[in-house]
């Protein structure tokens, strides 16, 4: 079992910065085999895909109503994933979730929800004056 916990999600004004982690407990597996993805699900709306990093860290892919201001990292010695937020707008606002992928691939089209083997619990973002 991969057990991941995202964290670093809070209330922000537009135009501000988040970090969001995604930390795999020390209790399950390592995430070092795993494509993980961002997704985020706004009120009322679809889950989509935010952005993912294959394993070894060499591919990436973000969505494009965030590229050029998030920003997806990993760090295998701390087998934690990140997202840096900035210039955040309020259409952001969603609960954000991370997901491990067994065996999967980061590609453009960010993954489907259904072939996500691990989910976190989601950390709430809301942008807001």
């Known amino acids: 079992q991969l057990h991941l916990v995202e964290s670093g999600g809070g209330l922000v004004q537009p135009g501000g910065s988040l970090r969001l982690s995604c930390a795999a407990a020390p209790s399950g597996y390592t995430m070092y085999y795993y494509v993980i993805h961002w997704f985020r699900q706004a009120p009322g709306k679809e889950r989509e895909g935010v952005s993912c990093i294959s394993e070894k860290g060499d591919t990436i892919h973000y969505a494009a109503a965030v590229k050029g201001r998030f920003t997806i990292s990993r760090d295998s010695a701390k087998n934690t994933v990140y997202l840096q937020m900035n210039s955040l707008k309020p259409e952001d606002t969603a609960v954000y979730y991370c997901?491990?992928?067994?065996?999967?691939?980061?590609?453009?089209?960010?993954?489907?929800?259904?072939?996500?083997?691990?989910w976190g619990k989601g950390t709430l973002v809301t942008v807001s004056s």
């Open positions: 997901a491990g992928e067994a065996y999967g691939e980061c590609a453009s089209d960010l993954g489907r929800v259904s072939a996500m083997d691990y």
